[in-house]
């Protein structure tokens, strides 16, 4: 297969974990605050840093993979236009606050999880 496929291939499956985790969430918490993306962002934040350890640290020959992990799966599944235009929308509705607080957790608590995943992944595979 291709590495163009693969990335399609592994965008798609992306896509359909974003939706189906995302409308999940967003079933069992409401949509008041944006949990679902939330969600997935911070999930993809933590396997950002797993996976950058285990295929740009651990094993760096692997540039198929990590292409098709990094741009296809993970760019389609975090996709952080979501996380802009909710805050957005939510600064034009006048909730600065709760768009405030959504970005700051985001971004905060993403680089936080993303350590996380490249130190757990750091221990596994020393």
């Known amino acids: 297969m291709s590495k163009v496929m693969l990335i399609i291939l592994f965008g798609a499956l992306g896509t ?12 069992r918490f409401g949509e008041a605050f944006p949990f679902g993306t ?3 962002n911070l999930i993809g ?3 950002a840093g797993f996976l950058f350890y285990v295929l740009q640290v651990r ?3 692997q540039g198929i993979w990590r292409d098709a992990l990094f741009l296809g799966f993970l760019g389609a599944f975090t996709t952080f236009s979501a996380l802009i235009l909710q805050s957005f929308s939510s600064i034009q509705k006048g909730e600065i606050g709760s768009a405030m607080l959504y970005l700051a ?3 905060a608590v993403g ?3 993303l350590y996380v995943g490249f130190l757990l992944a750091s221990l596994m595979f020393k």
Request: a positive charge.
């Open 38 to 40: 939330l969600t997935v």
């Open 105 to 107: 957790v985001s971004n």
């Open 59 to 61: 094993a760096p020959s």
């Open 16 to 27: 359909i974990a974003r939706v189906g985790l995302s409308g999940v969430i967003e079933r």
């Open 111 to 113: 680089l936080l999880v």
């Open 45 to 47: 934040c933590f396997a």
